[in-house]
C-alpha cells in the first residue's frame, strides 16, 4: 500500500525548465519527509503538485490514499498547507485571519474562535492578536501562515521552508510544534534548505536537485555517505602543533589537516560529541592549550558536493546565497482551499 503520500515519475516543465525531472516520493503515514535541495531544485514544484495548485505534465500521485490528478477537490479536504511565502489576509488581525480559516472549512463560530486562540497563543502571536496582519513583522506573518495551515488538523501536512525567516527561538518552538503534530499521526513533507532542520524533524530525506531525486535515506546515512563530520582544533601555541596533531591522529579517521595562518587542524572523525569530549581530555592531560574547538557536521553543501561534485549555490539560477529575493515565477499566495481550479 502506498503511503500516505506518494508520487511516481512526477514531471513539470515550464518552457525549457524541466522542474521535475521523473521525481518519485513515497512518506509512510505518521512520518516527515524533508525534501531537501538548493534554490530551483524543483522543491516548491514538487509541493504544488502534491497541493492540486498545479497540474503536473507527468506522472501520478496519491495523497491520503486518494488519485491527486483524478480527484483533487477531495484531496484538498485532507490536507494542510503552508507555503513558501505567507499567504495572510493583511488587513484582517492575526484573531481574524484565523478565525476566517476555520469558518472556511466549516468549524462552527465558538469552535472557530477557541481554536484561533490556542493557536495564537502557541505560536507567541497573543499580543499582536488584535492587531492587522499589515503590522508585522516577516517572522509573525510566517508564524501566522503555519498557524493557519493548523486550524483544521489535517492529517497530510505540507510545508514548504517552514522556518525561513524565523530567529533561532521561533525556529526551535516551530520544531517543537512540528514534532508533536507528528507524535499525534500526522503525516508531513517539509522542504528546507538546511540540513540541520531535515536532521532534526525528518525520518527519511530526498535531496533533490535539477528536478531529480539524487539521494535518499535518513539523515545519517547520508552523512555517512558524505563523510563529512570533523573535529577542528585551534591550538593556542605553534609549537605544540604537533603534539595536537598527534592527539588527533588517534582520533581521526583520515589525514589531518593544518592551515598555517588560523593554527586549525582539522580532522575527520564519526563518533559525534562523545568523541569531541575525549578529545578535550586528551589535549587537556597533555598541557596542550586550545583556543577554540568544535565538531562540524556536514552542511548542506558538504552533501551536495559529495552526491553531486558541485556546490549547491552553483544550482538554481544563480541566485547564490540570496533567499527570498524573487519567487521564481510562483504566485505567493499558496494556500490550498475549496474550490480552486488546476493552474498549468
Ligand atoms: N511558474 C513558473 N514559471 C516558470 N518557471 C518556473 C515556475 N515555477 C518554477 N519554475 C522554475 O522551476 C524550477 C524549480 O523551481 P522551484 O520553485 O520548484 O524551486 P525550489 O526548489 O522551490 O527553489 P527555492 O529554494 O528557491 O524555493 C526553477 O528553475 C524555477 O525557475
Ligand atoms: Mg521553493
Redesign the pocket.
Known amino acids: 500500500m502506498p503511503g500516505a503520500i506518494y508520487a511516481e515519475g512526477l514531471v513539470k516543465t515550464?518552457?525549457d525548465?524541466r522542474?521535475l525531472d521523473g521525481v518519485d516520493l513515497d512518506v509512510p503515514q505518521g512520518t516527515v519527509l524533508g525534501l531537501l535541495?538548493?534554490?530551483?531544485?524543483?522543491?516548491?514544484?514538487?509541493v504544488r503538485c502534491l497541493t492540486t495548485l498545479l497540474r503536473p505534465d507527468a506522472g501520478r500521485a496519491v495523497v491520503a490514499g486518494v488519485d491527486v490528478l483524478r480527484h483533487p477537490e477531495e484531496v484538498r479536504r485532507s490536507i494542510g498547507l503552508s507555503g513558501?511565502f505567507a499567504a495572510v489576509d493583511e488587513y484582517l488581525t492575526g484573531r481574524e485571519n484565523l478565525r476566517m480559516v476555520g469558518r472556511l472549512y466549516q468549524l462552527g463560530a465558538r469552535e472557530a474562535k477557541a481554536r484561533a486562540d490556542e493557536l495564537l497563543d502557541r505560536f507567541h502571536l497573543a499580543d499582536a492578536a488584535d492587531r492587522i496582519a499589515k503590522t508585522y513583522s516577516g517572522g509573525m506573518r510566517r508564524r501566522l501562515d503555519l498557524a493557519a495551515a493548523l486550524v483544521v488538523r489535517p492529517p497530510v501536512m505540507f510545508m514548504d521552508?517552514p522556518t525561513t525567516g524565523l530567529d533561532p527561538r521561533n525556529r526551535q518552538q516551530l520544531w517543537d510544534v512540528i514534532q508533536e503534530l507528528v507524535a499525534g499521526g500526522t503525516t508531513l513533507l517539509l522542504?528546507t534548505?538546511y540540513l540541520e532542520e531535515a536532521d532534526h524533524l525528518a525520518h527519511d530525506i530526498a535531496v533533490?536537485d535539477q528536478g531529480r531525486v539524487i539521494a535518499r535515506g535518513t539523515s545519517d546515512q547520508l552523512k555517512a555517505r558524505t563523510g563529512g563530520e570533523r573535529v577542528e582544533v585551534v591550538v593556542h601555541d605553534r609549537e605544540r602543533i604537533g603534539d595536537a596533531r598527534a592527539v588527533l591522529a588517534g582520533f581521526g579517521e583520515g589525514g589531518t589537516a593544518y592551515e598555517e595562518h588560523t593554527r586549525r587542524l582539522t580532522v575527520p572523525v564519526s563518533g559525534g560529541a562523545r568523541l569531541l569530549a575525549e578529545v578535550i581530555r586528551e589535549l587537556d592531560a597533555r598541557g596542550i592549550e586550545i583556543d577554540d574547538i568544535a565538531l562540524r557536521r556536514p552542511t548542506l553543501d558538504d552533501v551536495f558536493i559529495s552526491l553531486t561534485g558541485h556546490a549547491a549555490a552553483l544550482n538554481?539560477?544563480g541566485e547564490g546565497g540570496d533567499r527570498n529575493d524573487g519567487n521564481?515565477?510562483?504566485d505567493g499566495n499558496d494556500r490550498t482551499g475549496a474550490g480552486g481550479k488546476w493552474s498549468e
Open positions: 515550464f518552457g525548465v522542474a535541495g538548493p534554490n530551483g531544485a524543483g522543491k516548491t514544484t514538487a513558501q521552508e522542504t534548505q533533490v538554481g539560477e521564481d515565477g510562483n
